[in-house]
């Protein structure tokens, strides 16, 4: 495989790293800026606003653009808005730098699956793009629990500016590794648009949104929820995170598997599991009653 797809997947890393690591930071970001906990998660839903309406917005502004060229430029928007994030002194500054983010890092997604599609022949693309969001993969792994340990030891701001030299690492690779995009194919607002024809694209995007929606509702508290509900230690929430990491790596392996063998039946059996709520739920023992509020 090129190493060009290595560079991307090490960027992914870094991009898919900062999306996620702020549900470890929620404790440490509410009480630097004196807000409640639920205050603290809107970065999170500011973070979704910006990828769902700034990334398709990118792809079709860009749909004629040199590939490589729109991914360089994103990466730089990317590093500005993890700057403007790492030296925050609001809440408000830091949430628009979590939006701004969040339109680079999803537009690059996008984008660099089609390059990395166009790197290799059209018999091994499928194993180019697992190759490139493998970084995503690894960033639930490594990324996120290191994020959540260099925030308990160094502060919320230290994870982001490890994120940033990892991006600033990405952007070197893609300018220097990653070759211009050679595909033939015209690209087209109007084409774009047209699979939004299609009834099974809309039943795919309300399912994948119904079954992330159920996912990250728990995930984006899942610190706050492991310390003050199932009361673990705050020095623990690296370790369970990592766990979590793994399970997702697990899942995406045996999943890819096992739709292989009959995609519907694997994708019923998952969304019942996923839909299955546990038997005993855990009394909390201490609450944030206290956590202030905006």
Known sequence: MPIALFVLG???FSLGTTEFMIAALLPELAESFGVSIPAAGLLISAFAVGAAVGAPAVALLSARLPKKTTLV??????LAGQVMAATAQTYEVLLVARAVTAVAQSAFFGIGAVVAADLVPPSKRASAIAIMFGGLTIATIAGVPLGAFLGQEWGWRAPFWVVNGLALIGLIGVITLVPPHRSAEEASVRGELAAFRSGRVWLGLAT????????????SYIAPLLTDITVFSAGVVPVLLVLFGVGTLCGSVLGG?????????????GMVISASPSRRSPSPRTTRSSWPSR
Not at 73 to 78: H, N, P, S, Y
């Open 10 to 12: 090490l960027t992914i």
């Open 73 to 78: 430029v994103l990466l730089v928007v990317f």
């Open 208 to 219: 994948t949104a119904l079954s992330q929606v159920a996912l990250f509702g728990c995930y």
């Open 257 to 269: 598997r096992f739709a292989d063998m009959n995609l519907m039946r694997t994708l019923w059996v």
